[in-house]
């Protein structure tokens, strides 16, 4: 079966999107009945799969659903086959982000002691720890301020 049939299809760019649901006949009841309903529906649904491209080309099929693990193993496999063009991960990258946003942290949270002279020799030591207190602070209030919205957002779900 050929999928996909275009003179600019390349392996390496493009995007489809899959969509599946459960199949229901015309004439049937479409809401779905909760099992706490005391439903005693032991019908099995066939699935329907429905597949498109950006360029107006659409394919469906309507699978078993005796048949469905075997057709999402079929379908893994081909996705696996097809997705040879993809870079592997970075990790060695992946590690020193990690890294950076630790030390980021950990320079949020570390305490600055301010020291030093007001006037003469440590001047300008007291002076960057001043100016680092005072980011800290602000980075500090901006993550709470985040933290909180994240909570309402929560709640609010």
């Known amino acids: 079966m050929h999928l996909v049939d275009h003179e600019t299809t390349r392996k390496d760019a493009g995007s489809i999107w899959l969509t599946h649901k459960r199949l229901t006949h015309d004439g049937e009841d479409l809401a779905m009945k909760h099992e706490n309903e005391g439903s005693s529906d032991t019908r099995e649904y066939s699935c329907l799969v429905q597949l498109r491209d950006g360029h107006g080309t659409k394919f469906s099929t309507k699978v078993d659903s005796s048949q469905l693990l075997k057709f999402q193993a079929v379908y893994g496999s081909l996705l696996k086959a097809s997705m040879t063009t993809l870079r592997k991960r970075d990790k060695k990258r992946e590690r020193t982000r990690q890294d950076e946003a630790t030390k980021r942290r950990q320079k949020m949270t570390a305490p600055i002691i301010l020291e030093g002279h007001k006037r003469g020799k440590g ?35």
């Open 123 to 157: 001047r300008r030591q007291r002076q960057r720890k001043l100016k680092a207190l005072v980011k800290q602070q602000d980075s500090q209030k901006k993550f709470q301020e985040r933290e909180e919205e994240r909570k309402k957002a929560d709640i609010a779900l």
